[in-house]
């Protein structure tokens, strides 16, 4: 089964910290996914990546800066944390090559920022 | 932007009743996933749907695909309280788009 590791379950931050969510997958995918999860909002997709050191802006980057350095691994950072930025994160990989093949999801990073 | 309206947003039925609840789109639908997320876990893949009119079952859950593609509906029969969760639907972008764009949901409860 494919396996996708957030580091971190819940995390609590004090508002202008520098935060790094990491998440690493096991099925040797290319694409990597972060989202967040608000509620009424459902998952709005913040960045995701095709390959090693790519990346590609989703629908709410700002705010955020993501790092692909090994395929297993992408990380999501929030250079100064504010207040706006607390909810559920969510990391993703798939394989590449079309739409239908599924999203495989971490179980989430809850972050809170004070 | 493609707009994904789930409906009803919230639900609490009965253990054994049936239920069904509704994903509308803003525009056709390339092909459509179903997802369900459980308390303190990421979301999982139901299935895919491709074709208008296509009808999946899994198990106790029947899933439609609307003739025109703009509509799909999960019909649950005789609830059981392992179905409590989050039940998302999902539109994969145009081919070599990667993008995923997930309706709000519909957060459903049974009760026992």
């Known amino acids: 089964d494919v396996k996708v590791t957030q580091s971190s379950r819940y995390l609590v931050k004090r508002t202008g910290e520098k935060v790094f969510l990491e998440c690493v997958q096991d099925?040797?995918?290319?694409?990597m996914f972060w989202y967040r999860q608000d509620p009424g909002l459902g998952l709005r997709l913040i960045y995701f990546s095709y390959d090693v050191k790519m990346k590609e802006k989703g629908d709410i980057p700002e705010g955020y800066s993501v790092s692909r350095e090994k395929k297993e691994r992408f990380s999501l950072i929030l250079e100064s944390a504010s207040t706006n930025q607390t909810s559920m994160y969510l990391c993703?990989?798939?394989?590449?090559?079309?739409?239908?093949?599924?999203?495989?999801f971490g179980n989430g990073t809850r972050l809170t920022v004070t | 932007t493609q707009l994904l309206e789930q409906s009803p947003q919230f639900l609490s039925i009965q253990e054994g009743e049936n239920l069904t609840v509704y994903c509308n789109s803003s525009?056709?639908?390339?092909?459509l996933q179903w997802y369900r997320q459980e308390p303190g876990e990421g979301p999982v893949l139901l299935v895919t749907?491709?074709?208008?009119?296509e009808v999946k079952k899994l198990k106790r859950l029947t899933f439609q695909f609307g003739d025109a593609r703009k509509d799909s509906s999960l019909h649950i029969t005789a609830a059981q309280p392992g179905d409590t969760g989050l039940y998302l639907c999902a539109d994969p972008a145009n081919f070599g788009n990667e993008k995923l764009t997930f309706g709000t949901g519909t957060r459903l409860t049974i009760i026992p």
């Open positions: 749907v491709v074709t208008g009119g």
């Open positions: 099925m040797d995918h290319e694409n």
């Open positions: 525009s056709v639908f390339s092909s």
């Open positions: 993703a990989s798939k394989v590449p090559g079309g739409g239908n093949s599924p999203l495989h």
